[in-house]
């Protein structure tokens, strides 16, 4: 297995390319990139590829119903890198009126994993939450839960594991902790979720997911064939992002490494130690930046211009400065200090407004996956 594809270790995929190319994954065409030319991920050439989004969007398109489905390990507040997902999925949710959107938290991988236990995990969950209500979800048209009330995703684990061999699963994940190779049948039951007939499926699911997260998604799509005849399920369509590096520059940005991520709770002097220590593209000396010019696209300074500023036109005036030389590393930190602040002070404020509702929806959420129509 290629280390670039281990969705429980902190990656660094180098090449992307080659990544597509080993695993069968689709590249955006130009016609679906049109699609979601409103999408600025899609226009920042920030996806690198999908599986079977056509039929998502086919479905999307003829009014036919339709879900997007993620989750997260409640392990800490958003970082840039979970807030990517959770925006796609808004994204999805907003652009499709028929789309419902559903939001595992996998606490009770959180336990296992990392020993966290369940109420602390439920606290998590609720900030996470909020922060995608912040964001834009629609609470009407979602289904938010806990893995640990939600029998439903549990049963349908248990079912796909007789189909399931270790071998099998050591060809995706390579030889695992057998808890992580349950967790990942249980991620399966999540992505089947919106397709029972507790929610009227059979229909499209979308999975926005980091890239690393393909071995889920490739367990998957084969759980549908091989339960074809039981369910009848849609294989699930999937969107794939760049992981977003570390302030450090070279590996994912991950709560592992609190210093080298940028959080949604962070203070305006947490921001500011983060970013003026920060990696960047910028030559040693200033007489070189100024012959040379910066290397952007190594950037992680400049990558937070790519993921927080909604300005395109901003954001290729920094690209085109930094290469010819025109900007300097300190004036373009505080630059971008200043935008990230103001980013995140705003979505604070509006947060702490949605606090009750979220964990009013996750409470709503658990009843309805506590039980089994199958
Ligand atoms: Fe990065 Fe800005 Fe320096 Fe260019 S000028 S290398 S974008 S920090």
């Known amino acids: 297995m290629l ?8 990656s660094d995929i180098k090449d992307y390319d080659k990544l597509v190319d080993e695993f069968g994954i689709s590249r955006l065409s130009d016609d679906l990139a049109k699609k979601l030319n409103d999408n600025k991920y899609v226009r920042r050439g920030l996806i690198i590829g999908h599986r079977e989004l056509d039929l998502y969007l086919n479905h999307a398109e003829s009014g036919k119903k339709i879900s997007v489905i993620s989750g997260i390990k409640p392990t800490g507040i958003f970082h840039l890198g979970s807030m990517i997902t959770a925006e796609q999925m808004v994204y999805f949710q907003k652009k499709f009126f028929n789309s419902a959107l559903y939001y595992s938290i996998a606490d009770l991988e ?3 994993d990392n020993g966290q236990d369940l109420v602390t995990s439920k606290k998590l969950a ?10 834009g979800m629609d609470p009407k048209r979602s289904v938010v839960y806990m893995q640990s009330s939600a029998l439903l995703v549990s049963d349908l684990a248990f079912i796909f594991s007789d189909d399931v061999t270790v071998n099998m699963l050591q060809d995706i994940y390579g030889e695992r902790r057998f808890s992580l190779y349950l967790s990942a049948l249980v991620q399966s039951g999540d992505i089947f979720l919106p397709q029972t007939k507790n929610f009227g499926g059979p229909n499209p699911v979308l999975v926005p997911v980091g890239a690393d997260q393909d071995p889920h998604i490739r367990l998957s799509r084969d759980l549908a064939f091989k339960h074809r005849n039981d369910f009848a399920f849609f294989p699930p369509s999937s969107i794939y992002h760049k992981l977003i590096r570390s302030l450090s520059g070279d590996e ?3 709560k592992r490494n609190p210093d080298s991520m940028i959080t949604l709770a962070d203070s305006k002097a947490d921001l500011k130690r983060k970013i003026m220590a920060a990696f960047t593209g910028g030559r040693i ?5 100024r012959r040379l010019g ?5 950037c992680p300074v400049f990558d937070l211009y790519l993921y927080f500023d909604d300005d395109d036109k901003e954001i290729s005036k920094v690209r085109s400065e930094c290469l010819a030389g025109q900007r300097l590393c300190g004036e373009c930190k505080q630059q971008v200090l200043e935008m990230v602040n103001l980013n995140i002070e705003e979505h604070q404020s509006k947060k702490i407004k949605m606090l009750d509702l979220a964990d009013d929806m996750i409470q709503k959420g658990n009843e309805l996956v506590k039980n089994n129509n199958l």
Request: net charge negative.
């Open 3 to 10: 280390r670039e594809f281990d969705p429980w270790a902190t």
């Open 110 to 112: 959180a336990y296992m």
């Open 126 to 135: 609720i900030e996470n939450v909020a922060d995608m209500l912040v964001m």
């Open 252 to 254: 994912k940005m991950s």
């Open 285 to 289: 000396t200033i007489e070189e930046q």
């Open 294 to 298: 910066g290397e952007p696209d190594k």
